[in-house]
């Protein structure tokens, strides 16, 4: 009973966040000079493609997402959701990134059977892009699929 008092106001935020349960959202196009603005660096310039995959992975980040770990990347502890900012499991290899969202860790529920290989592959593309976490990488949906596989 002691250890309620400070999971109850976690679980009341988490379930007025929506955390991953907005409603859908048609995507806006793709004004693709703002996209090169925003991704482009002096190090790495991305291409039309890639840059569509990024502004869909964000928009599809604050649907599933920023409810807990915020749309600024830095994460709510109270929650038990770290930040994402520099975070060592975003910018190590990208396996055990999928493998952490795919099959769960600690508070963050899986995401193997509610999300789509494709979607997954948007969200942590851009999740491993954003808030200077610059990793100048995307993840392919296949990718995806492999280390659902992986871990059955």
């Known amino acids: 009973m ?19 349960q907005e409603p859908d959202v048609p ?26 995959q990024l502004v869909e992975g964000e928009r599809l980040y604050r649907k599933r997402c920023a409810g807990c770990h915020l749309s600024s990347g830095e994460g709510q502890m109270t929650l038990g959701a770290p930040a ?3 975070s060592a499991v975003v910018k190590g290899p990208a396996g055990g990134l999928m493998t952490t969202v795919l099959f769960g860790r600690g508070t963050m529920p899986a995401f193997r059977t509610s999300m789509k290989d ?16 610059q990793q100048d990488d995307l993840i392919a949906a296949a990718d995806v699929a492999a280390a659902r596989g992986a871990g059955k």
Do not use: M
Not at 118 to 133: E, K, P, Q
């Open 27 to 52: 995507p806006k196009p793709v004004d693709l000079e703002v996209a090169a603005q925003t991704w482009n660096t002096t190090d790495k310039q991305w291409g039309e493609a890639e840059l569509r």
């Open 2 to 20: 002691s250890h309620l008092h400070f999971l109850l106001p976690g679980a009341v935020v988490l379930g007025l966040s929506g955390c991953g």
């Open 118 to 133: 494709a979607d997954l592959a948007l969200i942590l593309s851009y999740v491993r892009n954003a808030w200077g976490n």
């Open 84 to 86: 994402l900012r520099n």
